[in-house]
């Protein structure tokens, strides 16, 4: 097996476990409370995650942090020292500064440690959506594929992941400046749920609204059937912002749609929950993401 380590985001949304079982290095983020600052070096518990969307509910102001080039080069210089080759793979350059910032981590790192390789994937993805990712990297790297072509590989595919969201209350998207203040109100007032996608810039656009939750839903397993890509990988992640029984509903469509699919359900942890808020779902999956 080729010998580097996998260093992802802690925005990750993957079982924690697999995380764990793999080696997977992850590189801390913060996120706050009201004024209260916390960090996240692993997949946050299904308690904190609960906690964070209560205080979301409550109307305390919830937000997260960039990680920072400091943070990057402290975490590569304690793997490099320690001989690893790195394969880093980035929350989207689209929705984050954090890939401009690990990049140029990464190049002070190997001026200073003669001989390190680290490679820097934009995974043009977020939540799940990195989660597929890293577990087709650590299936690359258990193939024998070396560091280069491991993250060539992942380059290549990174735009064959889809992400499917719903957004169940609008005043979230309108505090961060994606609707205005009108559209939200008016929205709220006609049950509006708006759907939207990650494109292939790794940016978050909006491409639906449908009225009501029972028809956001159910749009997006129309949009998982779609854009299905049977030659493809199988895994599918269901993130939610504390909505496990619609999340599990999701689940049991999907797999009436396509009975191999491996699905998993996890908590959408903050750095996407804070712009969505509670009631958020998503369905993340290999396929056509041009398809809508």
């Known amino acids: 097996m080729s010998d580097y380590i996998i260093c992802i985001d802690a925005s990750v949304d993957i079982e924690q476990k697999f995380i764990e079982d793999h080696g997977v290095v992850i590189i801390p983020m913060e996120y706050m409370i009201g004024t209260e600052e916390r ?17 979301m509910r409550k109307g305390e102001i919830t937000h997260t942090s960039q990680i920072t080039p400091f943070t990057y080069h402290q975490v590569f210089k304690r793997e490099a020292g320690l001989g690893h080759d790195i394969l880093y793979i980035s929350l989207s350059g689209g929705l984050s500064s954090t890939y401009a910032s690990a990049l140029s981590a990464a190049e002070d790192t190997m001026d200073e440690f003669n001989g390190i390789s680290i490679e820097v994937v934009d995974s043009l993805a977020a939540t799940g959506g990195m989660g597929l990712i890293l577990m087709e990297a650590v299936r690359n790297k258990e193939k024998g594929m070396s560091l280069s072509e491991n993250a060539a590989v992942l380059r290549e595919n990174a735009r064959k992941v889809c992400h499917w969201f719903l957004v169940d209350d609008l005043k979230y998207l309108r505090r961060g400046g994606r ?48 854009a299905l890509d049977p030659s493809l990988p199988g895994d599918v992640i269901i993130a939610h912002a504390d909505c496990e029984h619609e999340a599990e509903a999701i689940r049991s469509r999907i797999l009436s749609i396509n009975p191999d699919a491996q699905v998993q359900i996890c908590g959408l942890c903050p750095v996407i929950g804070a712009h969505t808020g509670p009631g958020m779902a998503a369905v993340i999956h290999w396929g056509n993401r041009d398809y809508l």
């Open 39 to 55: 960090l996240m070096e692993k997949r946050l518990t299904d308690e904190q995650l609960l906690e964070f969307y209560d205080a």
């Open 179 to 226: 609707i205005s203040a009108a559209t939200a109100v008016a929205g709220t007032v006609l049950n509006i749920k708006p759907i939207l996608k990650i494109a292939d810039d790794g940016t978050l656009i909006s491409i639906a609204k449908k009225r009501g939750l029972a028809k956001a839903s159910s749009f997006l397993t129309e949009c998982y059937a779609a």
